[in-house]
């Protein structure tokens, strides 16, 4: 089975903190991504990233970076947290096929409070 | 404009019934793909079923099939005799024009 391991299941932090989100998966696959949660509006794709060292925007990109020095760990940050980043944050990774039959393997969530 | 529409914000079901959770969708790509994810109240999304625009059978797997109507942009999740463990978002996602849409959910609740 897929596994996709998001580092922390709650996380409570400071306004104008670093924040890292740390996701790993153990598939081997090529595509990662990064959504944010919020009710109402489903999932919103922040960042993805199709290789090492690549990465790509996606609709809110607005705030945050990503890393990926390794095929297995993509890495979402938040610079400077501002309270309108407090969300659910889900990682998931897709092996890199014809993308539209791509299916898409989730952690199990991150969910950030920016106090 | 919404790639995926949910117009069921949330469903009761009486367990062991069918229900049906509608899902609309808007593209011009001839190709592309259908998928339904479960959340249940842990947040980890679950793959549950994929639909290929091309595939001229409804996708089933198990309890779950996909009731797709390619005129009319639609790719409704049947659930057939409705567990208590089905609580929980249902997403419907898209893959087109090189990226996911998904659409704002919904949420089912199985009554004993």
């Known amino acids: 089975d897929v596994k996709v391991t998001q580092s922390s299941r709650y996380l409570v932090k400071r306004t104008g903190e670093k924040v890292f989100l740390e996701c790993v998966q153990d598939?081997?696959?090529?595509?990662m991504f990064w959504y944010r949660q919020d009710p109402g509006l489903g999932l919103r794709l922040i960042y993805f990233?199709?290789?090492?060292?690549?990465?790509e925007k996606g609709d809110i990109p607005e705030g945050y970076s990503v890393s990926r020095e390794k095929k297995e760990r993509f890495s979402l940050i938040l610079e400077s947290a501002s309270t309108n980043q407090t969300s659910m944050y889900l990682c998931?990774?897709?092996?890199?096929?014809?993308?539209?039959?791509?299916?898409?393997?989730f952690g199990a969530g991150t969910r950030l409070s920016v106090l | 404009a919404q790639k995926i529409t949910q117009t069921q914000p949330g469903m009761f079901v009486q367990e062991k019934e069918a229900v049906t959770l509608d899902c609309t969708y808007d593209?011009?790509?001839?190709?592309?793909?259908l998928f339904w994810y479960k959340q249940p109240s842990s947040g980890e999304m679950i793959f549950l079923i994929y639909?290929?625009?091309?595939?001229?059978q409804n996708a089933t797997e198990g309890r779950y099939s996909l009731n797709f109507q390619k005129a009319r942009k639609s790719a409704n999740l049947v659930i057939s005799a409705s567990q208590l463990g089905d609580s929980a978002m249902y997403f419907c996602?898209?893959?087109?024009?090189?990226?996911?849409?998904f659409g704002t959910g919904t949420s089912l609740t199985v009554i004993p």
């Open positions: 598939m081997d696959h090529e595509n």
């Open positions: 990233s199709y290789d090492v060292k690549m990465k």
């Open positions: 996602a898209i893959y087109t024009g090189n990226q996911f849409y």
């Open positions: 639909q290929g625009s091309y595939d001229q």
């Open positions: 593209t011009s790509d001839p190709s592309y793909g």
């Open positions: 998931a990774s897709e092996k890199h096929l014809d993308r539209a039959e791509g299916i898409q393997y």
